[in-house]
């Protein structure tokens, strides 16, 4: 089964990633709400990474079926040893979300697929795919220096493009996380969503509404010594 199995610790996003899910679910599904323009009666229920899974993360096929979206055709779209993603989410009416989280700014960029040449050929197809239906700029690469991002768009326009899955991308970064050797501020994050964002020939497209940048200044996260200040609820296997 396509799973990654992770350490009980963690640094960097993976590790405030995981305390503000498992700690934090309410502050941070107040945030996620507010990213996509959300009222609060449409509760987020956590799928990883929680504790009770052992923050185990998902990818191919195995997070299709976490997030319980039927559809066999991921083989066809994405070569296996596809996106790791941090995290999974669904809420009460049926929306899926992805999560990607950066707490160190130069983890921002990638330059290329480490996929062999086989794979790289159906790779670069469906990156071309995507970027087409995000009606980017056609001298924008995909391939590099934001591939990263760029096949998170695609898994993005695969759901929700393809499989008509009411299916959500949320971009998290942490500010100031004090773990990273270069913290970044809000300002440095939103240029480098910017920088991305032009990079990859992004304008408006059918996509918008369904991609959110949350930029997570919550200091209480980094404050081991502090009780969180509301309860959890139990997170949803």
């Known amino acids: 089964m396509p799973i990654r199995e992770r350490p009980a610790e963690t640094q960097r996003s993976e590790h405030w990633l995981r305390v503000a899910v498992n700690d934090f679910t309410d502050i941070f599904n107040k945030r996620i709400a507010e990213s996509f ?3 609060g009666s449409d509760p987020i229920r956590w799928l990883s990474p929680i504790k009770s899974d052992k923050y185990v993360e998902y990818f191919d096929q195995s997070f299709l079926d976490k997030l319980q979206v039927r559809t066999s055709q991921i083989a066809n779209f994405w070569p296996p040893g596809g996106p790791r ?3 999974l989410a669904k809420t009460k009416s049926g929306k899926v979300i992805l999560i990607e989280a950066k707490a160190h700014i130069e983890e921002m960029v990638d330059y290329h697929s480490r996929a062999s040449s086989a794979s790289l050929t159906r790779i ?3 990156l071309e795919e995507a970027k087409m239906a995000f009606k980017a700029n056609a001298d924008a690469s995909w391939e590099s220096p934001f591939y990263q991002y760029a096949n998170r768009l695609a898994h993005l326009y695969f ?3 393809v499989e008509k899955v009411d299916a959500y991308l949320l971009f998290v970064y942490f500010v100031n996380a004090p773990d990273v050797p270069k913290p970044a501020s809000i300002q440095q994050w939103e240029g480098a969503i910017s920088l991305a964002h032009k990079c990859l ?3 408006e497209h059918p996509f918008k509404s369904r ?3 949350l930029i997570f200044t919550d200091e209480i996260l980094y404050n081991k010594s502090q009780e969180p200040k ?3 609820a139990p997170a949803s296997r």
């Open 37 to 39: 323009g959300w009222t």
């Open 85 to 87: 993603w941090d995290g």
């Open 124 to 126: 670069n197809n469906s």
């Open 159 to 161: 759901l929700a493009g």
């Open 201 to 203: 020939g992004l304008g």
């Open 211 to 213: 991609i959110g940048n």
């Open 230 to 232: 509301t309860q959890c």
